[in-house]
């Protein structure tokens, strides 16, 4: 009789677990459909009023002799091309978004806890750790552009008196304009890097298809490589070191300093860092490029004359 009271506790109690996660259970149909039913309808209705009330920025019929400047991708291209002003094509348009895809995907391999599993706020400072991935991503992708494009120069000539007209556009024509000095010429940008400092010239054309990549000992043609190094430095080196060097010390920073001590903590700065640097290409690359793909400011553009 005690086995038959026993086993019918334990059977209730089963029951209850058992009705207890059927109730905790989110299915497909109705739940998830229905919801994402109802945002396509939203969505296409926005639309819809949209394109009713606002008139599309259409221009002329498209001249495949005439090319618009600039010439832009689509907006969701618009931070890779952003790249592509400052480093190798190949690095910008396929190694960089592949290694972030990848890295993304890594994530939940890196961060094997399953405490919080699925939250963002499951870590007490989520919210400063965010806030900490948002201003050092904006501050230090503004700040590495703006020196890209010279923008330091026309903020000495501003500060020191000096030409403050000087432009973006008449940096391109008259690179002194702006009373830069000389032994600086090497830190204008990224490129004078490559222009400005004295390589040797054997170092501009390394034969490595003749001297090291000897494909024609096997019986094939020979590969004709000329390594230019101080563009592989400006070009892959020096963006590369930076991608992978500022977050590394962004982490280390924030775990000598007891701020993020759990891989989840550092998964959420750097994740928070990189939306962050997709946002502020985007933005840069939609609304601060010009003729030529050129970097300006709001305050250069000067009123067309009458």
């Known amino acids: 009789m005690v086995a038959t009271a026993q086993a019918a506790a334990q059977s209730a109690a089963v029951r ?17 459909v229905f919801i994402e039913f109802v945002a396509a309808l939203l969505f296409t ?20 002799a005439n090319t618009p400047n600039p010439s832009k991708a689509p907006w969701y291209f618009l931070n890779p091309q952003e790249l592509l002003m400052h480093m190798h094509p190949a690095l910008a348009g396929v190694i960089v ?17 399953n405490d919080g599993q699925g939250l963002y706020v499951s870590t ?39 030409k403050v007209a000087c432009t973006t556009e008449d940096l391109i024509a008259d ?19 490559q222009d400005d400092i ?20 096997l019986g094939l043609p020979a590969v004709d490589l000329d390594v230019n190094l101080p563009a592989m430095i400006v070009e892959q080196m020096i963006p590369v070191g930076l991608m992978i060097g500022l977050p590394v010390l962004l982490s280390v920073v924030l775990w000598r300093t007891g701020i993020a001590l759990t891989r989840r903590d550092h998964m959420i700065t750097q994740f ?15 609304a601060f ?15 067309p004359v009458s």
């Open 16 to 32: 209850g677990r058992a009705r207890r996660q059927r109730e905790e259970e989110v299915l497909v149909w109705p739940d998830l």
């Open 45 to 64: 209705l926005t639309f819809t009023l949209l394109s009713i009330l606002i008139n599309s920025p259409l221009q002329d019929r498209a001249n495949p």
């Open 97 to 113: 978004p592949t290694v972030a895809l990848i890295a993304l995907g890594a994530i939940p391999y890196y961060d094997r806890s």
């Open 124 to 162: 007490r400072n989520y919210m400063k750790l965010t806030w900490i991935g948002i201003v050092v991503g904006a501050v230090g992708t503004m700040l590495l552009i703006f020196w890209d494009g010279s923008k330091h120069v026309v903020l000495w000539a501003k500060l020191t008196g000096h």
């Open 175 to 193: 690179p002194g304009c702006a009373d830069w000095p000389d032994w600086l010429n090497w830190a204008r940008n990224a490129r004078a890097l």
């Open 198 to 217: 004295p390589w040797p010239e054997a170092w501009t054309r390394i034969p490595l298809g003749s001297k090291v990549l000897r494909t024609d000992l």
């Open 272 to 286: 928070s860092g990189f939306i962050t640097v997709f946002v502020v290409l985007t933005i840069i690359g939609t």
């Open 289 to 303: 490029r010009g003729r030529g793909m050129e970097l300006f400011w709001f305050w250069e553009v000067k009123p």
